[in-house]
Every structure is written in structure tokens, then in C-alpha cells.
């Protein structure tokens, strides 16, 4: 049965925030407040949080500079997945990818179509590894994160979950997570 094994250990990710906006603060960001905040909550570590504009350039230096960074495991994007002319995150990170991971992208839709209906059509959310680490774009609604982080991404960053967990598609916690 699919679920938390509480027999098994926790092993905390470590984990990057990137919120990708024109209008918001650190101060005013929610939506890289409630990830940062669940990520914490969970157990894992959150080593580096950033806010930049909707800007390709922009977006690309700073996930590179955390590619480059090998205790970044995971990097959660809020913002920039829609259709209006500045949203450019799909644009941005998908050439960084290897490998997308369309599960995501289907499974925050089927969620997101419970609280915000037909509307989730309008996200580009999407995930995929870049190197040895993985990225989650999610929309840049507060709302829109806590469909993605409770019992999406909580469960898939979890070590004990069987049958299985990003975890143990990492280099470290192959071993350990098999």
C-alpha cells in the first residue's frame, strides 16, 4: 500500500526556493514564503531562497548557479507558468532539463482542478531533472503552491514513502533508498 513507512529513516533534501516575478518582494512573496516554509516544516533543508524577474536570462543564471551547487538537490520555481506575455519559466528551464517528469504535471492538474476548476488549464506547470537535481515550476499563487506541496511534492520528497520517492533518484540516496 502506498504511503509513509514509519519504520524506514528520513533523509532532508536539500532544497532552493526561486520565485519568478515582476511585481513581488521578498517581503510580499507568499507563495516562496508557504514552499519555503512547508519544505522547512517537512525536515529538509532549505539552502538558498532567491526572488528575479520574469526574465529568461534572468531565471536561467540563477538555477544555474545552484545546479552548480551539488548539496541542491531540488529547486522549487513559483511564477511565470501562465499565458500572459511575461510568463517565461517554461521558456527559461526547459532547455536546462534532461528529462521532463510529466507525472507532475498531471498530477498537480488533477489537483488544482478541485480548487480552482477549469482555470488549471491555464498553468504550464511542470518538472524535470537538470543534472543530478530536479526542478518543480509550479504557478506563483499561494494557492496554487499549496496544491503542489500538500500530498504532491510532501509525499514525493519523502524518503520513506513507498513505493518510492524522488529520493532515491538522487546520487546520494540511491543506496540508501532502493
Not at 516554509?37 to 520574469?54: F, Q, Y
Not at 544555474?64 to 527559461?92: C, H, K, M, Q, Y
Not at 504557478?139 to 503542489?148: E, M
Request: proline share 7%; with cysteine; aromatic share 6%.
Amino acid at each position: 500500500m502506498p504511503g509513509i513507512d514509519q519504520n524506514l529513516p528520513f533523509y532532508p533534501l536539500g532544497m532552493a526556493v526561486l520565485t519568478i516575478s515582476d511585481t513581488r518582494a521578498m517581503a510580499t512573496d507568499t507563495s516562496g514564503g508557504l514552499l519555503a516554509d512547508r519544505l522547512v516544516a517537512a525536515g529538509h533543508s532549505l539552502l538558498d531562497r532567491a526572488l528575479v524577474p520574469d526574465d529568461i536570462p534572468a531565471i536561467r543564471a540563477q538555477i544555474e548557479s545552484w545546479l552548480a551547487r551539488p548539496e541542491i538537490e531540488v529547486i522549487l520555481t513559483t511564477g511565470g507558468t501562465g499565458f500572459s506575455p511575461r510568463d517565461n519559466t517554461p521558456e527559461a528551464v526547459r532547455p536546462l532539463l534532461k528529462r521532463e517528469m510529466d507525472g507532475f504535471s498531471v498530477a498537480f492538474h488533477q489537483k488544482s482542478l478541485g480548487t480552482v476548476g477549469v482555470a488549471s488549464m491555464q498553468s504550464r506547470a511542470f518538472a524535470g531533472q537538470a543534472g543530478d537535481a530536479f526542478i518543480f515550476c509550479i504557478p506563483g499563487s499561494t494557492g496554487a503552491c499549496r496544491d503542489a506541496w500538500d500530498g504532491l511534492l510532501e509525499l514525493e520528497f519523502d524518503s520513506r514513502h513507498k513505493p518510492c520517492s524522488i529520493a532515491g533518484a538522487l546520487p546520494r540516496l540511491r543506496e540508501v533508498c532502493a
